[in-house]
C-alpha cells in the first residue's frame, strides 16, 4: 500500500477550539476514510468519503476529500475532552487492492 | 460496538507458548482482516480472507498462522513468538474485499477492539 502523510503528528487543543487535520497521498485515491482510535480500543469508523470534492459531516465532525484526490481534510468543531484520541486517515490507492493508513494524528484537549 | 468481537482482550504469552486470537464478526460481511499494530507506526496489514480462502499474506513470519473456518469467523495462531511481535492485533471486516482502488459506497471496514498480545 502506498504511505500516507498525515498532519499534525499531535495537537494540544483548548476545549471549544475547532481543529483541522489533513492526510495526503502521492497516489490518487477513489475513497478516503477517517477513524478515531481511543486509548486500548480498536479505530472506530467516523466518515467514508468516496468521491472527489465531497464534503460529509458526522456530528461535530467534517471531512472532505481533495479535489485532486490526493488528499483529505478531517475537522472537528468546538472540541469536547472525549474529542481525545488518535485519529486516522486511511484509503486505498487507485493501483493497488491494500487499504493505507496515515500515522494517526494524537489530539489531547484541555479542559 | 462495531459487530466486530475479538478474543481475548489481552494476551501474555511466553515465547515458547501456543496461544490464539478469536475474531468473530456478526455483519454478515464476506472479506476479514488481521492487522499489526505497534507504538507509533502505522497499522500493517497481514492477512485478508475473502470468502473464507486466504487472498492475501503479507510477508507474515509463519510463527503466525491464520484460519478462517467461515466467513464469520478467523484466528490467528501463534507460536514461538519473539517479543517484538508484542503488538495490538486488529480484526477488521468488510462486506466484499477490498476492490482495486476503491471501497464501494456502503462497502467499507470495520475493525474489532483488538487484542493487546505481550510476549516475555
Known amino acids: 500500500g502506498q504511505q500516507l502523510n498525515q498532519s499534525p503528528q499531535s495537537m494540544f487543543i483548548q476545549e471549544g477550539e475547532d481543529v483541522s487535520m489533513n492526510c495526503t497521498s502521492s497516489?490518487?485515491?477513489?475513497?478516503w476514510l477517517w477513524y478515531k482510535q481511543d486509548p486500548g480500543e480498536g479505530p472506530v469508523l467516523l466518515i467514508a468519503?468516496?468521491?472527489?470534492?465531497e464534503l460529509t459531516s458526522n456530528g461535530r465532525l467534517t471531512a472532505q476529500f481533495g479535489i485532486t484526490r490526493k488528499d483529505s481534510f478531517l475537522n472537528i468543531s468546538a472540541s469536547i475532552p472525549s474529542d481525545v484520541g488518535i485519529y486516522f486517515c486511511a484509503g486505498p490507492s487507485s493501483n493497488d487492492y491494500k487499504l493505507s493508513f496515515g500515522a494517526g494524528t494524537t489530539v489531547t484537549v484541555r479542559a | 460496538e462495531t459487530g466486530v468481537t475479538q478474543t481475548p482482550r489481552h494476551l501474555v504469552m511466553g515465547m515458547t507458548n501456543k496461544k490464539s486470537l478469536k475474531c468473530e464478526q456478526h455483519l454478515g460481511h464476506n472479506a476479514m482482516y488481521w492487522y499489526k499494530q505497534s507504538a507509533k507506526k502505522p497499522l500493517e496489514l497481514m492477512f485478508v480472507y475473502n470468502f473464507k480462502e486466504q487472498t492475501e499474506n503479507n510477508s507474515v513470519p509463519s510463527r503466525f498462522s491464520p484460519e478462517c473456518p467461515n466467513s464469520s469467523h478467523l484466528f490467528l495462531h501463534l507460536h514461538t513468538l519473539q517479543p517484538e511481535d508484542s503488538a495490538l492485533y486488529l480484526c477488521?471486516?468488510?462486506?466484499?474485499?477490498?476492490?482495486?482502488?476503491?471501497?464501494?459506497?456502503?462497502?467499507?471496514?470495520?475493525f474489532g477492539e483488538g487484542s493487546w498480545l505481550t510476549v516475555v
Open positions: 477488521a471486516s468488510s462486506q466484499e474485499k477490498l476492490g482495486l482502488g476503491r471501497l464501494s459506497s456502503g462497502n467499507t471496514i470495520y
Open positions: 468519503l468516496y468521491k472527489a470534492g
Open positions: 497516489s490518487i485515491f477513489n475513497t
